[in-house]
């Protein structure tokens, strides 16, 4: 089993900045690839960032690259989303995932992420 818990969220202006923060437990985070998704109201969920077991490798949605900035800390079993230049179409609930097997690969698929955080209010206002 795994336990993730994302806090960080709150409400911002157009152009501010926030990052998210994502607590593991249960499975070895470090051998595990992560991810954050989210989903805006009347919207299926998407993906917005992944992140490998190492660090090395990261992949991200079109509409936040540039802006956004996915990281891990394995030894305090956390992963951050660094989110600049916040646009009102980030509004959204901001969902930290781990896979549903273990694999330390990055993922950009929602159906490989088995785990779920509570999820984090994101709103900006323009």
């Known amino acids: 089993q795994v336990q993730l818990a994302e806090s960080g969220g709150g409400l911002v202006q157009a152009g501010a900045s926030l990052r998210l923060s994502c607590a593991a437990s249960?499975?070895?985070?470090?051998?595990?690839?992560m991810g954050w998704f989210r989903q805006a109201p009347g919207k299926e969920r998407e993906f917005v960032a992944t992140?490998?077991?190492?660090?090395?490798?990261?992949y991200y949605q079109g509409s936040v690259k540039g802006r956004f900035t996915i990281s891990r800390d394995n030894a305090k079993n956390t992963v951050y989303l660094q989110m600049n230049s916040l646009k009102p179409d980030d509004t959204a609930v901001y969902y930290c995932?781990?896979?549903?097997?273990?694999?330390?690969?990055?993922?950009?698929?929602?159906?490989?992420?088995?785990?779920w955080g509570q999820g984090t209010q994101v709103t900006v206002s323009s």
């Open positions: 249960g499975r070895t985070f470090s051998r595990n690839g």
């Open positions: 995932a781990a896979p549903r097997f273990s694999t330390g690969a990055a993922t950009t698929r929602l159906v490989d992420y088995g785990y």
């Open positions: 992140i490998s077991w190492s660090g090395a490798i990261t």
